[in-house]
């Protein structure tokens, strides 16, 4: 059985070289015993340029809106990994919350949502597997596609 981190090059992702920071009084992760509470990431590159921009189901498509929410996903393991040391000590996903930036009479928020609760079933198997919720809303932070905030369980 190959571990996360294994898995992760196995797929051919590569993950940000630059270490996620909270700005403000805001931190990155916030761990509360084997809890981890991960604050809210969008689809960004390493230089912080958001890769999507705009409302899903607007000008950006359901596809598109997807792999926004896979890249984010890929941010959020990003900030795990430089807080864990190594997604090894991910025990499981516990929570998702994301955010859709969505036009008008655009109702697919789950199936933009898939695109992280795929990839944390590739990375994690079973355990990636979580509770979640997939919310629309009219806008988000720098006219970004999705935003998703985590909650992982680990172990020592």
């Not at 196995?10 to 270490?19: H, Q, Y």
């Not at 000590?89 to 930036?101: M, P, S, T």
């Amino acid at each position: 059985m190959s571990t996360p981190q294994q898995t992760i090059a196995a797929l051919g992702i590569e993950m940000p070289t630059k270490i996620p920071r909270g700005k403000g009084g805001v931190a990155a992760c916030r761990q509360v015993g084997n809890l981890i509470f991960v604050s809210g990431h969008g689809p960004e590159d390493n230089e912080d340029n958001l890769l999507y921009r705009g409302q899903v189901g607007g000008e950006v498509s359901l596809e598109e809106g997807y792999a926004a929410a896979r890249a984010t996903g890929i941010q959020l393991l990003r900030s795990l990994q430089d807080h864990l040391g190594s997604l090894d000590r991910v025990d499981f996903i516990v929570k998702a919350l994301g955010f859709v930036n969505s036009a008008e009479g655009f109702y697919e928020q789950p199936a933009v949502m898939h695109g992280f609760s795929d990839l944390m079933t590739e990375v994690f198997g079973q355990n990636g597997i979580h509770a979640r919720s997939a919310i629309g809303t009219s806008s988000l932070p720098m006219n970004q596609p999705v935003e998703i905030e985590l909650i992982v369980a680990v172990r020592d």
